[in-house]
């Protein structure tokens, strides 16, 4: 699994795959105060990209992966840009 | 070719099936509402099944069918004979499409165009507002470039480049991703990105409403890639995504470009799979089967038992009952199992019957007839060959039906006849044969016609017509070289006369006879074995060999006194229920020695050869049986006379003899 809860954070880890937006959703619809942390994320797929887009939960950490950080999670989030984990 | 593509060619068959039939049905009746649920559900299987695999102009086509039939649905106000002939035609092209994938693997090398085509044609009869957003872009309506060169992080790149820029507009379909589609990873491929910008296709519903696997997204996006290399990477979505080739900033010069999928197929591995033949059989029959093979093996462990038993010196007089009962339980369980083979084999007419409605139909359109179809009996069964056997030559019954039996309606109207003139398609069960017939009451078989025509033909000498009795002459339309149409047309054009009806039927052991009534119609009438594979035959001796006589063609045995046989110069006849019969002898017709003595009494075989009865000595008759005959195969399969084998129940080979070939 590329996504797990560890209390109020849901972390996105790894290659995320379509199957891990099904407990994205959950997670977020239980609790709309929970926090994503991508800082892991070496790819979304765009089922759990949309989840994010839908629900615009508060962002932790930014990949490393290029196309993500420099593309998509900018494209995804808009404004409220992640504040970068020191 | 693998497990996956076959199973999608036969579902694919029945889905096309599935539409057709629906879309008839509401031609028939164009406000039904399940005809055109089932229709909908039907082409939205095939498309989600042709997602599978790298048939995307099948999916456009496909699609838009798709979207037309949802569109009507939601208005209900039904469908109109237009939208019907779109939509067949589209389910027509798929029908042709699998059949070549079916042969090469991959669709072929004209589909882009042809699965466009099909499209817009269905995309043309969609309202406005139904139509996707993909089709009704238009040079007016590309703002959403301006905005995108606009929102560039780095408007210092898009200066840069001195190549034209692509624009991406890329509009995942909702269910993408159970084809197994991520729209993020396709964009990662994109080359030399520029800017992104991701929205939702429409609205986000209520959070508790969002379905996590229905794709929403719109992503759009520029590219300093040039258009070749972008259009690659979306080569297997071409129907879901735009790109626009911006020459640098100026997009008021835009030209849009439509994906091309010309010949992205990818060969999947022909060889083998193509000729092998599928049979979907229902799990109830395999069932039992597979109890009947259950029960063969305890009768086999009883075998075993007695074995034992035998072993151990016991009673052998016990052990001869316990084999008696053995022998008799497996022989039932064989009978049984046999049985319940055939019953695999055995298919309902409607799997061929359901394609004529349509071709009838299409052939109607073509002549302008008006035709009211119809069809009875579609549940008889009978063996698969002899069902698929029937197909070409019903749709040439078919197709002389509507090319030579329905006039023109006004013809009809001053005959005091509906309009429409009525086929219809009959199969029924006789015993242990089923029968067919196709019936119109159209303009009927005229005798004077065909004594011409086979005059001109030189079938048959003038004075010979003369003889013949209007059934006998009407019945030469199977006759070979002898061709109905007095034009050629696209139905007779094709090099396929009755003869080849005549010849078809009789090769699944089938008879075809024609009954007419000049200005009533006519009844072609085909009579066929219900099962082809069980074979009656009559086993007779002959020296110290036994020799099969199909049972079909066998009226009756005789004794006949030798004082009887009438020598005819140097052939032989005798007297048989006042009727003069050749005789031959099978000895003579398979060159062995006659035995020494003659017989004072002969034992003749009554049988048919052709049309002629004929007189068949041999030296004995033995007991009839059912076999399961083996065609000739191998060097032996162009030997002429003999049909086939069986093996006997001691181990001999049986030859079934082919008597009217032997007599030659």
């Known amino acids: 699994m590329s996504v797990r809860l560890d209390g109020n954070l849901i972390i996105l880890e790894g290659i995320c795959r379509v199957e891990d937006a099904e407990p994205l959703l959950g997670w977020l619809q239980a609790d709309r105060g929970r926090i994503v942390d991508l800082a892991g994320v070496e790819h979304l797929h765009a089922a759990v990209l949309q989840v994010l887009m839908a629900l615009r939960p508060t962002i932790r950490g930014m990949p490393e992966d290029a196309f993500l950080r420099d593309w998509i999670i900018p494209a995804a989030i808009g404004e409220g840009r992640p504040e970068r984990e020191s | ?664």
Not at chain 2, 44 to 49: D, I, M, Y
Not at chain 2, 332 to 343: C, F, K, N, P, T
């Open chain 2, 1 to 664: 070719m693998d497990d996956l593509l076959q199973h999608f060619i036969v579902e694919a068959h029945e889905l096309i099936q599935q539409a057709t039939d629906d879309l008839l049905a509401l031609e028939r009746s164009p406000h039904a509402s399940a005809p055109m649920d089932s229709a909908f559900r039907a082409i939205h299987t095939l498309k989600g099944s042709v997602g599978l695999f790298d048939f995307a102009p099948m999916g456009i086509a496909l699609h838009a069918a798709e979207d037309l039939l949802g569109a009507l649905k939601e208005k209900q106000g039904g469908i109109d004979s237009h939208a019907i002939d779109s939509l067949l035609a589209c389910i027509g092209q798929a029908e042709r499409w699998v059949a070549v994938i079916e042969q090469t693997g991959q669709l072929p090398l004209d589909a882009a165009e042809e699965g466009y085509r099909l499209a817009r044609s269905l995309r043309s009869q969609l309202d406005e507002d139904a139509a996707r957003p993909a089709d009704a872009i238009s040079q007016s309506d590309l703002a959403w470039i301006e905005e995108l060169q606009a929102q560039c992080p780095d408007p210092a790149a898009l200066k840069m480049q001195d190549r034209p820029l692509v624009a991406i507009r890329y509009t995942p379909h909702a269910d993408c991703f159970f084809a197994g589609d991520d729209p993020v990873a396709l964009l990662r491929s994109v080359p030399d990105l520029l800017t992104v910008r991701l929205s939702a296709r429409d609205s986000w519903p209520p959070v508790a409403e969002i379905a996590p696997f229905a794709c929403n997204l719109r992503i759009e996006a520029l590219s300093g890639a040039g258009l070749d290399r972008v259009k690659t990477v979306f080569r297997f979505v071409p129907d879901q995504a735009i790109l626009h080739e911006v020459p640098r900033l100026a997009p008021e010069r835009a030209t849009e470009t439509m994906l091309d999928n010309g010949s992205t197929g990818i060969a999947t591995d022909s060889a083998g799979g193509a000729g092998a033949r599928m049979l979907r059989v229902e799990a109830s029959r395999i069932d039992r089967l597979a109890d009947l093979v259950g029960e063969m093996v305890i009768a086999k462990n009883a075998l075993a038992h007695l074995a034992g038993q035998l072993g151990n010196g016991l009673d052998p007089k016990h052990v001869s009952q316990g084999l008696l009962a053995s022998q008799a339980a497996i022989e039932r369980l064989v009978a049984e199992l046999h049985g319940a083979v055939m019953d695999v084999r055995m298919m309902p007419m409607r799997d061929i019957f359901r394609r004529f409605p349509k071709a009838v139909r299409d052939l109607a359109g073509q002549l302008d007839r008006a035709v009211d179809f119809s069809m009875e009996g579609e549940e008889v069964e009978a063996d698969k060959a002899v069902v698929e056997g029937l197909f070409d030559p019903l749709l040439h019954i078919l197709r002389n039906a509507v090319g030579h039996g329905a006039e023109p309606e006004t013809l009809r109207l001053e005959a005091g006849k509906p309009a429409k003139t009525r086929i219809v398609l009959r199969a029924y069960r006789d015993g242990d044969r089923v029968k067919v017939e196709v019936e119109d009451d159209g303009r009927g078989i005229d005798p004077a016609a065909i004594r011409e025509t086979a005059r001109k033909r030189g079938i048959a000498s003038a004075e010979d017509l003369d003889r013949m009795s209007d059934a006998d002459v009407i019945d030469m339309i199977f006759a070979p070289g002898f061709s109905m149409a007095s034009e050629v047309t696209d139905l007779s054009g094709r090099g396929v006369g009755m003869d080849v009806v005549r010849s078809a039927v009789e090769r699944l052991g089938g008879q075809a006879n024609v009954r007419s009534q000049l200005g009533h119609g006519t009844t072609i009438h085909l009579s066929l074995p219900m099962t082809i594979v069980m074979t009656k035959v009559m086993a007779v001796r002959l020296g110290g060999e036994l020799y099969g006589i199909p049972i079909d063609g066998v009226l009756e045995t005789a004794f006949v006194p030798a004082s009887r046989i009438i020598p005819i110069r140097d052939a032989e006849a005798f007297v048989w229920r006042d009727k003069t019969l050749p005789l031959v002898r099978l000895a003579d017709l398979l060159e062995i020695q006659p035995s020494t003595e003659p017989p004072q009494r002969l034992k003749v075989v009554v049988m048919t050869a052709g049309d002629e009865l004929v007189g068949v000595v041999v030296d004995g008759f033995a007991e009839r049986m059912d076999i399961l005959m083996r065609p000739m195969s191998g060097l032996l399969a162009g030997m002429p006379g003999v049909m086939g084998t069986t093996l006997l129940g001691d181990g001999n080979v049986l030859m079934i003899l082919n008597i009217p070939e032997l007599i030659g």
